[in-house]
Each structure stands twice: as C-alpha cells, then as structure tokens.
Nanobody
Framework: QVQLVESGGGLVQAGGSLRLSCAASGRTFSDYAMGWFRQAPGKEREFVAA????????LSSDSVKGRFTISRDNGKNTVYLQMNSLKPEDTAVYYCAADLDGRGGRLRIAVEYDSWGQGTQVTVSS
C-alpha cells in the first residue's frame, strides 16, 4: 500500500484560500488515482475531488465546483487541493486517498480507495 500524509490545513476567513498537499510514499505514485474527501462533525465522509493517474481527468463535487481544483505532480509524488472562495460550510477534516483500480465516476466512492491519510483540519470562520 501507499502511505499518505496531508498538510496545509488551518484556520482561514470566509473568502480566503488554502492549498492542501498530500505526499505519497511506499509505492509507485502514478499507479494510483487520487481523491480528496472531507468529514465535518456529525456528518458522513463526503467526496470532494478526484484525479486520474496521469492527471488528465478530474472530477469534483457540485459543492466545490468552480472553487476547488485538484492537481498532481507525479515527479513529486504529491497531490494538491487548491481551495478558493472558502465558505464556513467547507469546515471539515480533509483526507486524501489513493485508489489502485478505480476510474471514472467510481472515484466518487470512498470504499473504492485503498489507502487513506490521517487528515488535516480546515476551519473557515465567518
């Protein structure tokens, strides 16, 4: 399995921006599609965005479309989530995940993923 470590979370005012990073180690990073999920207190884990192995295909949830951008650098074994125009409802723990076999719309499904990071807290104040 691949090991994942997220960073870049923090406290930001509404309308601000953050960039999350997820560094991978242990296996060939480009073998994995990557996803970002989030979980707010008392809520289920929610799909945010995903990116294919090459980076040529991305998808995102309707709630973040136009505000968040997922990207990856296979040379650096890192996936990113650029978050702009943040809202208080974006407050959650954000997790990155790696999927060895998934593709297309199945990347929205959390159980498809093989490895998870420990999460990073994002708090957006109003």
């Amino acid at each position: 399995q691949v090991q994942l470590v997220e960073s870049g979370g923090g406290l930001v005012q509404a309308g601000g921006s953050l960039r999350l990073s997820c560094a991978a180690s242990g296996r060939t990073f480009s073998d994995y599609a990557m996803g970002w999920f989030r979980q707010a207190p008392g809520k289920e884990r929610e799909f945010v965005a995903a990116i294919s192995r090459s980076g040529g295909y991305t998808l995102s949830s309707d709630s973040v479309k136009g505000r968040f951008t997922i990207s990856r650098d296979n040379g650096k074994n890192t996936v990113y989530l650029q978050m702009n125009s943040l809202k208080p409802e974006d407050t959650a723990v954000y997790y990155c995940a790696a999927d060895l076999d998934g593709r297309g719309g199945r990347l929205r499904i959390a159980v498809e993923y093989d490895s998870w990071g420990q999460g990073t807290q994002v708090t957006v104040s109003s």
